[in-house]
């Protein structure tokens, strides 16, 4: 889908884990399509050079940066209060922060459960809560980034299984109480993409080689997709092209989530 570069001209967006991967990624390709942006992450020296990424792109606007973090409930607050007292407003939230952990019901620790679903859901659920009064004024839109983990089932990753699952239901729930007042929820279920998540979550520079190498066998498309990619479908979905799509979860995984089980 081609947007014009005017698409978010006048639009505020709120773009969660924006200091690399998808967040990243989304935050530079918002900012060519016009869009006016609060940026925020825990790596402040990372949202900088996204930011500068952005400025370059789209000229003299320097998007907003707000670090925090989502699992402090005063962070979250503060994102939001401090994005309405830059801008006045709220047109689209984008939840794409995230974490990864690996572990089975075997050995997952309470510890790792804990800081997953408080990052890839209680801070989305928080954010949300705060955003929607403003977006409900806009009649704006939000877009989870979910995973192809919401709709599959994949051994030793079930704690970040079970997170996703609840955003997939998140924004079902959520697109459906939010519609009679015009506001539009969706989320973007990403497959392998190229970005640091994994090693973060884990795996060792050979483990994660293996693991898009893998990606041939396990994807229809046969690779892993990019960030970019990813990018591209966030901001159809949060643009007037999609005004007559919610409670989609939008697979962008290279046709993963249809591939038989390896």
Excluded: W
């Amino acid at each position: 889908m081609y947007l014009a570069l005017s698409t978010f001209v006048g639009k505020v967006i709120l773009v969660t884990g924006a200091s690399s991967g998808i967040g990243a990624a989304t935050a530079i390709h918002l900012s060519k399509l016009g869009a006016a942006l609060s940026l925020t992450g825990r790596n402040v020296e990372n949202l900088n050079k996204v930011a500068q990424q952005c400025q370059s792109s789209q000229g003299s606007k320097k998007p907003f940066i707000v670090a925090g973090d989502l699992s402090s409930e005063k962070d979250v607050e503060n994102i939001i209060a401090s994005t309405i007292k830059e801008y006045g407003k709220l047109d689209i939230l984008v939840n794409n922060a995230g974490v990864i952990e690996l572990g089975s019901i075997e050995n997952t620790s309470l510890g790792q459960y804990d800081r997953m679903m408080n990052t890839n859901v209680r801070s989305v659920y928080q954010m949300t809560m705060l955003a929607v009064p403003h977006l409900v004024q806009t009649k704006g839109n939000i877009v989870n980034v979910s995973s192809v983990n919401g709709m599959r089932a994949f051994p030793n990753v079930l704690a970040y299984c079970m997170s996703k699952a609840a955003i997939d239901q998140f924004t079902r729930c959520t697109a459906l109480e939010l519609a009679p007042k015009q506001v539009r929820v969706n989320s973007v279920n990403p497959g392998v993409i190229v970005t640091n998540l994994q090693k973060r979550g884990g795996l060792t520079d050979e483990a994660y080689k293996a693991f898009l190498e893998r990606s041939k066998e396990t994807h229809a498309l046969q690779r892993p997709g990019q960030p970019e990619e990813v990018a591209e479908a966030i901001a159809f979905l949060a643009s007037n092209a999609a005004s007559n799509i919610t409670g989609v979860t939008l697979s962008v995984d290279g046709g993963r989530h249809a591939m038989c089980p390896r």
